[in-house]
């Protein structure tokens, strides 16, 4: 089992930066596949961004690359989320998960991942 706890959400300007953090802890937590998602208002949860288990690969999706940044600390057992700028759409509840699997590729659909934690709210004014 593994617990995932967000932090860093809140209020920034278009253009501001925010910075999101997700604690994991649990049985070989540092050992999983993390991704990023994020939910909108009316909207279904979209893929955001992953890294791999062993941080050889890290995935984006086109609404984000170049402005986000995903990364992981084994130490803390955290993964990050560096957010620059930012837009109004990128308002969403931001989601951290996680799953495993042996090989070093993180998958980029929700449904795969087991473990999800409970959500930050980033907005966005304009």
């Known amino acids: 089992q593994v617990q995932l706890v967000e932090s860093g959400g809140g209020l920034v300007q278009a253009g501001g930066s925010l910075r999101l953090s997700c604690a994991a802890s649990g049985r070989a937590s540092t050992t999983y596949h993390m991704g990023w998602f994020r939910q909108a208002p009316g909207k279904e949860r979209e893929f955001v961004a992953a890294i791999s288990r062993l941080g050889g690969s890290t995935y984006y999706s086109d609404s984000v690359k170049g402005r986000f940044t995903i990364s992981r600390e084994y130490a803390k057992n955290s993964v990050y989320l560096q957010m620059n700028s930012l837009k109004p759409e990128d308002t969403a509840v931001y989601y951290c998960?996680?799953?495993?699997?042996?090989?070093?590729?993180?998958?980029?659909?929700?449904?795969?991942?087991?473990?999800w934690g409970q959500g930050t709210q980033v907005t966005v004014s304009s």
């Open positions: 998960a996680a799953y495993y699997s042996y090989n070093d590729y993180a998958r980029q659909t929700a449904t795969t991942y087991d473990y």
